[in-house]
Structure formats: structure tokens, C-alpha cells
């Protein structure tokens, strides 16, 4: 037995059929539900200056200036070198948010969201918040109506290269990228640790696994298994200075390819996150069909996206879809009948923890069950 099945814990898992696809994707959450449709839309149309304003206290590293108790904002801003009554303006709105507080005499202090905003802390989101915010990521976004129009990236257009080769080009920006995906991946490891039973899984390979935040994190929870993390060169130098990477590095191999030519062969794992809804069709099926070619005949796949229905909007599932970095979104469809060609099947599980609901899709060889997260 070698194939990782989906454990049926009480952690509140349930099956969801292929059918429900468009639901994931489009349906509200109740916050959403709930809210008078003028308070919605605001909230929507007014959201990039929220996301500055975290933005900006990210980058200045605010919450960690608070780590040690409150301080006012003139310290804040003399610490930071910016100027005091932006700066304020800034806090103050934020404050409103439940992001910092603010005591009296323009003093503020740290909340349960400020301290995620923080470089040390446990699910640290601090990388997120300034690789969404920084010029040239900022920018892109600022072109969607190109991409809707063209339905081609705006990447392109705004960098006059595509996404990755920037990254390869841009190692300040390419830092940023690998962190906050790490900060996003930080979001989903406990629920896919607790959701699949890895035991039957000698080699697991993360394809285009990044800095290796999620295949340690398997590794760790399953002393058994060897892993192996997969990316582009100037990637897999990053992942080097990964301290579990360091501390798992008797099991742990790090390969370097490009998942369009080959793919780490033999292996009875694979998993890959944030991944496939970055190409087109024929592109994600490259992918997806290299992996297939190279698979021991038992092993599983997986295939993950975190999506979080009951947070409030932007869905980061269906927003992550919305492709201005890369090509147009693919076709599950189209893959789902090329991939059944070669044998495997298409199937999808939800995990929740605590408020959050994870969903997962897994692929399995005809006949035998495995996982794609
Ligand atoms: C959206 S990130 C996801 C990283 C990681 N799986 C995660 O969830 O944190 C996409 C990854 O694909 C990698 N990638 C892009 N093009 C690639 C290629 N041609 N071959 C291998 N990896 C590639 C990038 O370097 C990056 O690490």
C-alpha cells in the first residue's frame, strides 16, 4: 500500500462532488450574505486603501516596533524615519480596523491582527501584506481591465516580461514573492497535515514547492518520510536558508528543473500548491502531464488551493483566479478529460479548522486512492 489516503477525522471533513466546482468559486460566504449591499460594495470598492495602509505599516515594520508595549506615534515615526502626521493618519485608520489600537495622546498599541503583522510572530503575515503592496506588484493589479480586455497578463504589459523571469531577474522582488507565498502556505499547512494520512508515502516531491514551508512541515508531522522540493535554480538557493529545510536535510533533497521539461522521476508522491491555476490550459497540462509520465505506478498526486469560504470578500480563492500575473485561468474541465485519458480521476475533499474551510482537490490513479492537494 503506498498511495496517502484523506483521513476521515472528526475534524469536520466532508466529500463535495466535481459538480460543485462552480459553487467553490462563486458562492458567497454568509458574512457576505449578510451584509447590506451598499456596505459590501464599499467595503469592496474602498478596499485597496486598507490594503495600503497595512501595506505601509508592514514595511515599517510598525507591529514589530510594538513588540515591547506601546509606544506614541512620534517614536513610531522617528524609529521608522517617516513623517509623524501621515504616519498617524495612517495608524488611526488602521486602529478603526481592529489593526493596532490607539490609546490616548496618539499612542498605540498591538492587537491579536497587529501581531501578525509582525516578522517573528507564529503565522507572521507581514510578508503577504508588502509583497501585495509594493509598486510593482501594486501596479499589475492596476491593469486588470488590460488582462479582461485581452486576456493576457498584465505582468507583461506593466513589466514587459513574464512573472517568473522577473522574479529570476529581480532578487529583492523574487525574496518578497517566496515569502509571502510562504506566509500563504503558513495558512494551510496545519489543515493539510491533519487532513491526509501520508503513511503510505515512502518519497513525497513538492513540485515548484518554494521555499519548502509545506513539505517540511509533512516531513516533520511524518518522521517516515523522505522528501524531495522541487523549483527553479535561484528558487531552490532561497529554500537553502530555510532553518527546517537545514534541520530536515538528512531526507530532504533539493532539484532544480523546469516543471515544463521534467519533473523529479520515481518518487510514489507528488504534491504541488498554488500551482496549476497559474497557466493555461495547455501549459498546466504540460505540468500536470510530466508529472503523470514520471509517477511509480501506485503513487499519488496532489493538488492544493486554499480557499476560505467564511472569510469576509475578496474570496482569496476565486481573487487568486483572477490572472493579471500569469496566463488566463485554465480549464479544470479540459484537464479533467486529458488526465483521465492517462488513468487518474478527479476528486475533491474540504478539511475544516476552527472557522476556516479549506478545499482540496485530489487526483487518483484508476482504482486507488491518492491525494492531490
Ligand atoms: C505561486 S508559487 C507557489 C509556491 C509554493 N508551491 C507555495 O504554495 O508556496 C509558484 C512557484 O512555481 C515556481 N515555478 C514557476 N515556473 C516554474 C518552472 N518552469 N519550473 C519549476 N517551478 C516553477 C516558482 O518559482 C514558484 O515557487
Same mark, same amino acid.
Given at each position: 500500500?503506498?498511495?496517502?489516503v ?8 466532508? !466529500?463535495?462532488? *466535481?459538480?460543485?466546482? @462552480?459553487?467553490? %468559486?462563486? =458562492? ?20 485597496? +486603501? ?17 513588540? *515591547? ?5 512620534? *517614536? ?67 491593469h %486588470? ?32 514573492? /517566496?515569502?509571502a507565498?510562504?506566509?500563504?502556505? #503558513? ?23 518554494? $521555499?519548502?514551508?509545506?513539505l ?21 538557493e532561497?529554500?537553502? !536558508? ?10 530532504? *533533497? ?24 497559474d ?6 497540462l504540460?505540468? +500536470?502531464? #510530466?508529472?503523470?509520465q514520471?509517477?511509480?505506478? /501506485?503513487?499519488? @498526486?496532489?493538488?492544493? $488551493? ?12 476565486t ?13 479544470? =474541465?479540459? $484537464? ?5 485519458r492517462?488513468? +487518474? ?18 487526483? $487518483? ?9
Open positions: 500500500m503506498s498511495t496517502a484523506p483521513k476521515a477525522s472528526e475534524t469536520a471533513q466532508r !466529500e463535495v462532488k *466535481d459538480s460543485t466546482d @462552480k459553487n467553490l %468559486t462563486s =458562492q458567497p460566504s454568509d458574512d457576505v450574505q449578510s451584509a447590506p449591499p451598499e456596505v459590501l460594495l464599499t467595503q469592496m470598492i474602498t478596499g485597496s +486603501l486598507g490594503a495600503q495602509a497595512v501595506y505601509v505599516a508592514a514595511k515599517l515594520g510598525i507591529a514589530d516596533l510594538l513588540a *515591547d508595549g506601546p509606544k506614541s506615534v512620534g *517614536d513610531l515615526a522617528r524609529a521608522a524615519g517617516v513623517d509623524p502626521p501621515s504616519l498617524y493618519r495612517v495608524l488611526r485608520a488602521l486602529a478603526s480596523c481592529g489593526v493596532f489600537t490607539e490609546h490616548d495622546d496618539q499612542v498605540f498599541d498591538s492587537t491579536p491582527a497587529a501581531t501578525l503583522l509582525r516578522s517573528d510572530s507564529p503565522g507572521s503575515l507581514r510578508d503577504l501584506a508588502i509583497f501585495m503592496g509594493e509598486d510593482w506588484h501594486w501596479q499589475v493589479w492596476g %486588470t481591465l488590460y488582462s479582461v480586455r485581452t486576456g493576457k497578463p498584465a505582468w507583461k504589459q506593466v513589466h514587459g516580461e513574464d512573472v517568473f523571469p522577473y522574479f529570476a531577474a529581480n532578487p529583492e522582488a523574487s525574496g518578497i514573492f /517566496n515569502r507565498m510562504t506566509s500563504l502556505s #503558513n495558512l494551510a499547512i496545519k489543515a493539510v497535515v491533519e487532513a491526509y494520512d501520508f503513511s503510505g508515502i515512502a518519497t513525497l516531491v513538492d513540485i515548484a514547492g518554494g $521555499h519548502g514551508s509545506l517540511t512541515s509533512i516531513m516533520n508531522a511524518n518522521p517516515f518520510l523522505r522528501g524531495v522540493l522541487f523549483d527553479v535554480p535561484h528558487v531552490i532561497g529554500a537553502k !536558508e530555510n532553518a527546517a529545510i537545514k534541520a530536515l536535510s538528512s531526507r530532504c *533533497d533539493l532539484t532544480t528543473g523546469d516543471f515544463f521539461v521534467s519533473v523529479p522521476a520515481g518518487a510514489d508522491g507528488y504534491i504541488m500548491k498554488h500551482i496549476i491555476h497557466w493555461d490550459d495547455e501549459r498546466a504540460q505540468i +500536470l502531464s #510530466n508529472i503523470r514520471v509517477m511509480k505506478s /501506485n503513487a499519488s @498526486k496532489c493538488s492544493s $488551493h486554499l480557499a476560505a469560504r467564511n472569510a469576509p470578500p475578496p474570496n482569496t480563492k481573487f487568486s483566479h483572477v490572472r493579471v500575473s500569469t496566463l488566463r485561468v485554465s480549464c479544470r =474541465q479540459s $484537464h479533467r478529460t486529458v488526465l483521465s492517462r488513468g +487518474l480521476r478527479k476528486g475533491r475533499r474540504t478539511a475544516r479548522r476552527e472557522k476556516t474551510i479549506y478545499h482540496f482537490s485530489f487526483w $487518483h490513479l484508476a482504482g486507488k486512492p491518492a491525494v492531490f492537494i
